[in-house]
């Protein structure tokens, strides 16, 4: 069972013969990811209390914060994130002499920590798939809210799967060629044009990185279509309500698609290859240069993540399957007949 000095050592550093507390309250987030409903895991090092084990990340509450604060600090130190979320307390452990606070911290995308000195490797888990050795920390969570932790990532992962039935058909035919006019002298990029591509970058990495360079420009191709081939309004299309699902519940798109960006991109200044992509799909398409694979698609389906067809397959046809995607477009009007039979005329 757990006691006060099992967490009080979690907070301890070991100096010579002596034993320094680092304080008597503590506060920690377990971070789940809103697309994919999965938790992340950091495997704490050498440097640090009960070494080899998996735990969230966390820390001592400092005189000057609340632990609120202390959980937006030490995110950030331990994993780099600094984007859009969402916090809800969970179990507080008490006794006369320590408190530690739980929270649940939601993110909307799974993302790569950049971590400290405090953890070697980090997991994107489902809930139940844990590794081993838990720290008794999680083990502590589980126990007492991990009932309301698997809630809630089940009400992540059904609202996910209803996204696309909920999808608006669009009111006119999709455009294939896709053209807008690019200013000659990019030398000094306007915030517009970089806040748009980032944003953009964002969606096709969200969607389809696990599809690949072929993915991702398939989902390009999709809001060019639906742009009718003006890239100025992509933008707009890519974070319009219900569409795309990196950013439901994201209050501020460009926000988190800077965060993104500076995730994405190493010490060196060097974009991770699917990020990297990402942007250069998204340029061609800036450009009017990005083949249109999809056949005209203005929308699209993973048929594994639904249990029945949505209504909206009726008023559609069929034009690819794409790796996990299925493409569709409006079906063509038909010609009335008395006119058609007036033209034969």
């Not at 604060?69 to 859009?84: A, K, L, Q």
């Not at 294939?176 to 953009?200: A, C, E, G, H």
Request: charged share 30%; hydrophobic share 35%; aromatic share 10%.
């Amino acid at each position: 069972m757990l006691n006060s000095s099992d967490y009080k050592l979690f907070f301890c550093e070991a100096k010579e013969d002596n034993i320094e507390f680092y304080g008597n309250k503590g506060a920690g987030a377990l971070i789940i990811a809103a697309d994919t409903g999965k938790l992340l895991l950091l495997l704490r090092s050498n440097t640090v209390n009960e070494p080899g084990t998996w735990n969230l990340a966390g820390g001592k509450i400092n005189k000057d914060e609340n632990s609120k604060e202390t959980v937006e600090r030490e995110i950030f130190e331990e994993t780099g994130y600094d984007g859009d979320y969402e916090i809800s307390p969970l179990h507080t452990f008490k006794n006369k002499e320590f408190r530690y606070y739980n929270n649940l911290l939601i993110v909307p995308s799974e993302f790569t920590p950049k971590l400290n000195n405090e953890h070697t490797k980090y997991k994107w888990i489902e809930y139940g798939e844990w590794p081993n050795p838990l720290h008794f920390g999680i083990k502590s969570l589980i126990k007492h809210d991990g009932k309301k932790i698997k809630k809630s990532i089940d009400s992540m992962k059904k609202k996910q799967d209803t996204i696309l039935e909920a999808m608006d058909i669009p009111p006119s035919p999709p455009a294939i060629i896709q053209r807008v006019d690019i200013p000659k002298r990019m030398s000094n990029v306007d915030y517009k044009i970089l806040s748009d591509t980032y944003i953009l970058a964002a969606t096709l990495w969200g969607e389809a990185r696990e599809e690949g360079e072929v993915g991702m420009q398939s989902v390009m191709n999709v809001i060019m279509n639906r742009a009718k081939g003006d890239f100025n309004k992509a933008k707009d299309i890519s974070i319009q309500p219900l569409q795309f699902s990196i950013w439901n519940g994201v209050k501020n798109p460009t926000t988190s698609a800077f965060n993104l960006a500076k995730i994405q991109r190493t010490e060196n200044g060097i974009d991770k290859p699917m990020y990297k992509l990402a942007i250069e799909i998204v340029k061609l398409a800036m450009k009017g240069q990005l083949p249109d694979i999809t056949g005209g698609a203005t929308f699209y389906i993973n048929p594994k993540k639904l249990n029945k067809k949505p209504d909206w397959i009726k008023k559609v046809v069929k034009t690819k399957s794409i790796g996990k995607f299925t493409f569709y477009k409006e079906k063509e009007k038909k010609i009335k007949e008395d006119y058609a039979i007036f033209r034969s005329n």
